[in-house]
């Protein structure tokens, strides 16, 4: 990979990244070593980056693609997506901004989502549940991506927001 084609991290100096999510070190005499990303718990590459002396940080590799080579800062409340669901793919055509709602509801849509403890539809809501349906709801979520969200029925997040005052 010529250095071309990569793009300059914004707030790391000497870090370089492509449109694949292959980041580079130009520090001291690393001449465009690549640099390793680590998987977190949930699967996401993570990568630890040195910003100024003596002050490290670590950041998601699928985060630093996008706003690099769109040249723009991820707005808040927005959210980064894997298309095809595979954290490790950070190639910028599999990426695109979303919505937390938007997300959950792909993650639903295409089985990412860890549901095994959903296996009943019409499962019983624990009540300390309540509040957050209810926050939900307050932000704009329909009823129905509540339940797929949490893994019950339409009818079920209903009788709640009905029946839940506080």
């Known amino acids: ?9 914004r707030g790391y100096a ?3 990244i492509d449109r694949e ?7 001291k005499y690393n001449n465009g070593a690549p640099k390793k990303s680590y998987p977190d718990k949930k699967g996401y590459l993570r990568t630890t980056m040195t910003k100024s002396k003596g002050v490290y940080r670590t950041e998601y590799v699928h985060r630093l693609v996008w ?3 769109k040249r723009k800062d991820i707005p808040s409340g927005m959210e ?3 298309i095809d669901g595979n954290k490790a793919n950070n190639c910028i055509d599999n990426l695109e901004l979303v919505t937390h709602k938007e997300n959950m509801i792909h993650a639903h849509k295409t089985g990412l989502a860890n549901t095994n403890h959903l296996k009943d539809r019409n499962l019983k809501i ?3 549940w309540y509040p957050m349906i209810k926050c939900l709801s ?11 969200m949490i893994g019950t029925t339409q009818e079920n997040v209903s009788k709640i927001l009905k029946t839940y005052t506080q």
């Open 1 to 9: 990979m010529t250095k071309l084609r990569q793009k300059g991290i």
């Open 14 to 16: 000497g870090y370089n």
């Open 21 to 27: 999510g292959n980041i580079f070190s130009y520090k």
């Open 67 to 69: 706003s690099t080579i």
């Open 80 to 82: 980064i997506n894997h």
């Open 126 to 128: 624990k009540r300390e």
């Open 138 to 148: 307050i932000n704009m979520y329909s009823q129905s991506d509540i339940a797929e």
